[in-house]
């Protein structure tokens, strides 16, 4: 069984999608179910520019603002801010990995970057020697965000109650 990383620096996945468009002012990227999650630049690789940016827009989300407050950010656990991200695979599955082998199968495919929930010390192994950029977001956070988001749905039907326990603190994106 694959050892994994403790609390502190365990890894996280996370896998969303991401729509960029061109527009007279240059390219933009949006995140549509992360509201506010966005970049901008002039050229396509502006926009796919640095890892560093992935962090900033995890951080501007509520939940992984929170984490940060908390010191667990999400952090790069391979490769370095300065790292182009390219295209990015968020891998959001909690309590279970795939393959090993699937980090190359992802580098072939055009993958740069996993941004994860988690990652087990031998699966980051393996995405280290597939040259991959890892962020770990926080497995709290994620799951936050996830009921956050589908508590938002819920309510559009029906007001409810929350008691904030185990980390989970409801945010609300209902307009």
């Known amino acids: 069984m694959a050892k994994r990383l403790t609390r ?3 890894g996280r996945r996370f896998l969303l999608p991401v729509v960029i468009e061109r527009d007279r002012d240059g390219y933009y990227a949006e995140c549509p179910v992360l509201q506010g999650c966005y970049t901008q630049g ?28 908390l010191q667990l950010p999400p952090k790069i656990v391979s490769g ?4 182009r991200c390219g295209k ?3 891998d959001m599955t ?14 072939s495919s055009g993958v740069s970057t996993l941004v994860a929930m988690h990652i087990s010390e031998d699966h980051l ?12 977001a926080g497995h709290i956070a994620s799951d936050t965000l ?16 929350f008691v904030s326990v185990s980390g ?8």
Request: overall charge negative.
């Open 125 to 136: 192994e393996n995405a280290k020697k597939a040259n991959l950029n890892v962020i770990i």
């Open 42 to 69: 002039d050229t396509y690789d502006e926009v796919m520019a640095n890892i560093k940016d992935v962090l900033k827009l995890l951080k501007a989300i509520p939940e992984y603002r929170k984490s940060v407050s």
């Open 8 to 10: 502190r620096t365990e």
């Open 80 to 83: 370095s801010e300065e790292n």
């Open 94 to 107: 909690g309590g279970t990995e795939g393959s090993k082998e699937v980090f190359e199968k992802f580098a």
């Open 168 to 175: 989970f603190e409801r945010i609300r994106r209902l307009g």
């Open 146 to 161: 996830g009921l956050n988001l589908v508590f938002d749905e819920i309510e559009k039907k029906e007001k409810i109650d």
């Open 88 to 90: 990015i695979y968020v």
